[in-house]
């Protein structure tokens, strides 16, 4: 079975700064997604990113990019100039074969002004 | 974009009834959904995978009798908390595999069983 693992519960950040929030995961699969969701207090998930495991490009998306290590089952999320609007829960996630979403613990972000 | 509707947002029911969640895919046909649990502050636990016209699959653990789902049309899903009990108050979350392997997840149910 797959797993994810976010061993950070919490972490905060200085307003402007930057932040990486690590995950690793744990699969026989070749071929899946890695994502990253953004949980503020409304509790409404928004996607913040997406990586194919066969592009070898780190994905980007504005603010937001990975450091995709596939031969070592790592997907970390750096959050460049964070802005207060970035405090929220963030949850890693994967899916293969079977089309299920797995999620990690997720971990807690603050922003300090 | 993709966009899911869940309804309600909030419901309280009293211990014993029985409440209906509903998630429907607005804009793209959802032939599976997802029902998710969460509780404050913790990651969404996988109840069940609905699948458009057939029994959704339930995760272990789950108890079908107690969580009923249907999933009657490409844009329907919903999800029966029946003899609702104190314990089963949570927050509910329904996600559809859209195109290009994207979920859209629903905006979630807070229920409270008094």
């Known amino acids: 079975a797959q797993t994810v693992t976010q061993s950070q519960p919490e972490m905060s950040v200085q307003e402007a700064e930057t932040v990486t929030l690590s995950c690793t995961y744990d699969?026989?699969?070749?071929?899946?997604?890695l994502f990253w969701y953004k949980q503020p207090p409304s509790r409404q998930m928004i996607l913040v990113i997406r990586?194919?495991?066969?592009?070898?490009q780190n994905a980007t998306e504005n603010r937001f990019s990975v450091n995709f290590q596939k031969a070592a089952k790592s997907f970390s999320l750096k959050i460049s100039d964070s802005q207060l609007g970035d405090a929220a829960m963030y949850f890693c996630?994967?899916?293969?074969?079977?089309?299920?979403?797995?999620f990690g613990k997720g971990i807690t972000l603050s922003v300090r002004p | 974009g993709a966009v899911v509707s869940q309804h309600p947002s909030r419901v309280i029911c009293k211990s014993g009834t029985s409440v209906k969640i509903e998630c429907r895919s607005l804009?793209?046909?959802?032939?599976?959904m997802f029902w998710y649990r969460q509780f404050p502050k913790k990651s969404l636990m996988l109840m069940a995978t609905?699948?458009?016209?057939?029994?959704?699959?339930?995760e272990q653990g789950v108890e079908k009798d107690k969580f009923l789902i249907n999933h009657a049309s490409l844009t329907l899903s919903t999800l029966t908390v029946t003899s609702a009990h104190p314990e089963d108050s949570s927050f509910y979350i329904c996600?559809?595999?859209?195109?290009?392997?994207?979920?859209?997840f629903g905006s979630g149910t807070r229920l409270t069983v008094v």
């Open positions: 996600s559809a595999r859209s195109s290009n392997a994207g979920y859209t």
């Open positions: 699969t026989s699969e070749s071929d899946y997604y």
């Open positions: 804009d793209f046909q959802a032939t599976t």
């Open positions: 990586q194919e495991a066969y592009k070898q």
């Open positions: 609905s699948n458009e016209g057939s029994k959704a699959t339930y």
């Open positions: 996630a994967y899916t293969g074969a079977n089309s299920k979403l797995t």
